[in-house]
């Protein structure tokens, strides 16, 4: 374990060895978020600038706060998808290494945030190719207005969808045509006619026509993001580091 004193903060480093730069750059950042100032560091690539930044966070983090101190968060931002990625890992061995060097894990929340085409779970809507047809159809299915309308369709007892139209939203069933007044005939045409007219009364009577026509089904929503709305505040992420893969699989489990 390799354990730095920085300004009076005791950082836990993953590491055996610490370049001078790593350490310069340690101590500029403490410096920096002790006088609550914007700064601009920079170290060439390869030079371990990602876990440098990390250590020195967590470090101040998890460290004892004076009562009243509002908790802080560190926001990590990067230009692609990959590069989160791998902060994330970088992120999930420095927090392993400080649980075997404390001899407990520390309850750290930290996860991976980008667009809906990489953390959607719903899988008829990430088919789509590009981000823009993914944000289109997900916003299809969770809008306030497509709920909305969905919560105001209900079925009535004939099972029909009742859209609140006036006449129908007491549960009666859908408007019937009366049946066709039998016509008085001769004998012989009876006899002729029978199984004709027989077949018109009961198409009348018991299998009358719907005048109004076929209604629309309730629009369709993302059952992951009403399951998201039903459990409220139970759907509560437990502690850890999550990568973008491993936020969509708790995302499944809701």
Known sequence: MKSVDIDGLEVLFPYDYIYPEQFKYMCDLKRTIDLNGPCLLEMPSGTGKTVSLLSLIVAYLMAPQPEGTPRRKLVYCSRTVPEIEK??????????????????????????????????????VVKEKWGKAVDAKCRSLTASWVRSKAANTKVTRHGRH???????????????????????????????????????DRGAGDDAMDVDGAEAAPPALCDWFEGLENAGESAVLPMGVYTLDELREWGKTI
Do not use: I, W, Y
């Open 162 to 200: 009742d859209t609140g139209r006036r006449g129908r939203s007491q549960g009666a069933g859908p408007r019937r045509v009366a049946p066709t007044p039998a016509v008085a005939t001769s004998q012989d045409e009876e006899d002729d006619d029978d199984e004709g007219h027989a077949g018109s």
């Open 87 to 124: 902060a994330l890992l970088e992120l999930k061995r420095l927090m392993a290494f400080r649980a075997r060097a404390l001899g407990q894990e520390e309850p750290f929340l930290a996860l991976g945030l980008s667009s809906r085409k990489n953390l959607c779970v719903n899988p008829d």
